[in-house]
């Protein structure tokens, strides 16, 4: 429920809790991304957290996602602190309870979308046969089973972030974690993307989305609005946006406000470059659930 600042109160039977959560860099001097951050997001959900660039919510999105550690304040994911286990545990639950979803997508280049999709679950252990069987089974799902053996330079921009979808969803993760991922594609694509997040939805997943569109929060079934490392207030969406719309992160007029992204206080035209350092969406890297990035290997 919402408290104080519209922050929710951390509930221990949530999927997802934060408690009390402050994070800083060291980037010429202190910048404080996250502070006293306190939120919660139950099994099921569907949550967008939206603000200007550098407000922190990409750091929050990093902490939820096991790739940073909060520097007080607790990180709970499907009852797992993550800030009091290892980086191996943390690195295994990334693998298999949390899917990613990047803007620019990070595929791996010489890989075709089937081994790209495979890729988490070589670590994960599963055999050859069934990690690919797997892979083409997601593919399928979103709409890709005629371009299996395709590598990423053969897809276009929407195809390479539906394969970036199935690659998070080929675990079966219980929360999906989605930074600005319409930020890299047309309209059209930008649309389909987002009717592909809503039936995820549907299926019972939980998703946390990242964006600093409103067109695109409203997707979801609440907002939560984040300012200077703080939340300023949680949204619910009293009527949610329908698929076929405008939904790109980047400019264009907002169907209900009439103005650009620049031209309400709670978008910006741009989500790169943050002053806390890890406010871009794609600073931290490869993805974490594909921890052969950067190696090429067969799937």
């Known amino acids: 429920m919402p408290g104080p600042a519209g922050a929710d109160s951390p509930d221990a039977d949530s999927l997802v809790a934060l408690d009390g959560v ?40 990093n902490l939820v996602g096991g790739l940073d550690t909060a520097d007080t304040g607790t990180v709970r994911v499907d009852g797992v602190d993550l800030g009091r286990v290892s980086e191996t545990r943390r690195a295994e639950k990334r693998g298999t309870a949390i899917g990613f979803v990047f803007q620019t997508f990070n595929l791996m280049p010489r890989l075709t979308a089937v081994e790209n999709v495979a890729l988490p679950l ?73 009717r592909l997040l809503a039936e995820i939805h549907e299926r019972g997943n939980t ?46 007029p907002d169907a209900r406000t009439g103005t650009g992204d620049g031209g309400t206080e709670d978008t910006d035209t741009h989500d790169g470059g943050d002053t806390d350092g890890h406010d871009g969406g794609d600073t931290d890297g490869a993805p974490a659930n594909d921890p052969g990035a950067g190696a090429d290997g067969s799937a």
């Open 207 to 252: 998703i946390l989305l990242v964006t600093h569109a409103r067109r695109i929060a409203e997707h979801a079934e609440r907002i939560v609005h984040v300012r200077d490392g703080r939340i300023e207030r949680v949204e619910a969406v009293e009527r949610r946006r329908p698929y076929d719309g405008d939904d790109r992160d980047g400019g264009g």
């Open 22 to 61: 402050t994070k800083t860099y060291q980037l010429g001097g202190t910048v404080t991304a996250l502070d006293d951050v306190s939120a919660s997001l139950d099994a099921g959900s569907y949550t967008a957290v939206m603000g200007p660039s550098g407000s922190g919510k990409s750091t929050l999105l």
């Open 122 to 194: 070589v670590f994960d252990g599963w055999p050859q046969e069934k990690r690919l069987d797997r892979a083409r089974d997601v593919l399928d799902d979103v709409g890709l089973g005629d371009r299996y053996d395709h590598k990423p330079a053969e897809l276009s921009g929407g195809q390479r972030q539906r394969v970036a979808i199935a690659r998070a969803l080929a675990p079966d993760p219980s929360l999906l974690l989605a930074d600005e991922p319409t930020g890299n594609v047309d309209t059209d694509t930008g649309a389909a993307i987002m």
